[in-house]
C-alpha cells in the first residue's frame, strides 16, 4: 500500500483538461515539496514537475502542478494522445526520512 | 551534465543477494551537495523507495526493507551500491539509482529477476 494515495485511472478526450490527485498527509505533502512523474511502457521514469509546481526544461507548459494543504494535483491542459502514460506523484516524508510515491495513475486518451 | 549508471547481475537466485552498483559520472558524491538514493519498480507496479546515503556513509533505509538492505559508498570511486539478502521473486524489480538533486536526477534503471 502506497504512502500517497492516487486514483489508479483517469481518462479524457483530446483537447480536454484533465487532473490526477495526490493525497498524503501532514508529514510529506504537507509539508514538503511534491515531484509527479511520466513513465512510458519499458522505459524510466520522467520528471514532469519538481518543487511542487516548476517544471523542468522541456516539460510543455500543458503541465502544471499545484498543492493544497496535503493534497497535490497534476494538469494536464491540452490533452494530447501522446500524453497517455502513467503518472506518479512523489514527495519526501519527514516522518520516513525518505521518498514516498503515490501507486500511480493510468491515464486514457479516449 | 551527471550521468548515473546502474550494474550488476540481471538474474539473482531466491535466498541470494542482490548486489547493484552505481556509477557516477558528471559529479562527485564527495562534494556532500545531495543524498544518493535506490528506488526500485516491480513490474506493472508503483516505485519504491529503498534507502539512501550520503558522502559521509551515513543511511536511511526503507523500514519494510531495513533487516535485508545495505547501501555503502565509494567515494574515491565515485559510486554507490545496493545489496539487498535473502531475496525471493518479490524482490523482482526495475532498480533505479538517483541523485537526490532539485530537480533529481535518475539513472536509466536495470532489471532484476529473481529466480531459480
Known amino acids: 500500500q502506497s504512502a500517497l494515495t492516487q486514483p489508479p485511472s483517469a481518462s479524457g478526450t483530446p483537447g480536454q483538461r484533465v487532473t490526477i490527485s495526490c493525497s498524503g498527509s501532514?508529514?510529506?505533502?504537507?509539508?514538503?515539496?511534491v515531484l509527479w512523474y511520466q513513465q512510458f511502457p519499458g522505459t524510466a521514469p520522467k520528471l514532469l514537475i519538481f518543487?511542487?509546481?516548476q517544471r523542468p526544461s522541456g516539460v510543455p507548459d500543458r503541465f502544471s502542478g499545484s498543492k493544497s494543504g496535503a493534497s497535490a494535483s497534476l494538469t494536464i491542459s491540452g490533452l494530447q494522445s501522446e500524453d497517455e502514460a502513467d503518472y506518479h506523484c512523489a514527495a519526501w516524508d519527514d516522518g520516513l526520512n525518505g521518498r514516498v510515491f503515490g501507486g500511480g495513475t493510468k491515464l486514457t486518451v479516449l | 551534465q551527471v550521468q548515473l549508471q546502474e550494474s550488476g547481475p540481471g538474474l539473482v537466485k531466491p535466498a541470494q543477494t542482490l548486489s547493484l552498483t552505481c556509477n557516477v559520472s558528471g559529479d562527485s558524491i564527495a562534494s556532500g551537495d545531495y543524498y544518493w538514493s535506490w528506488i526500485r519498480q516491480p513490474p506493472g507496479t508503483g516505485l519504491e523507495w529503498i534507502g539512501h546515503v550520503f558522502d559521509t556513509g551515513s543511511t536511511y533505509y526503507n523500514p519494510s526493507l531495513e533487516s535485508r538492505v545495505t547501501i555503502s559508498v565509494d567515494t574515491s570511486k565515485n559510486r554507490f551500491s545496493l545489496k539487498l539478502r535473502s531475496v525471493t521473486a518479490a524482490d523482482t524489480a526495475f532498480y533505479y539509482c538517483?541523485?537526490?538533486?532539485?530537480?533529481?536526477?535518475w539513472g536509466r534503471g536495470m532489471l532484476v529477476s529473481v529466480s531459480s
Open positions: 518543487k511542487t509546481s
Open positions: 501532514t508529514s510529506n505533502i504537507g509539508t514538503n515539496a
Open positions: 538517483v541523485r537526490e538533486s532539485n530537480p533529481p536526477t
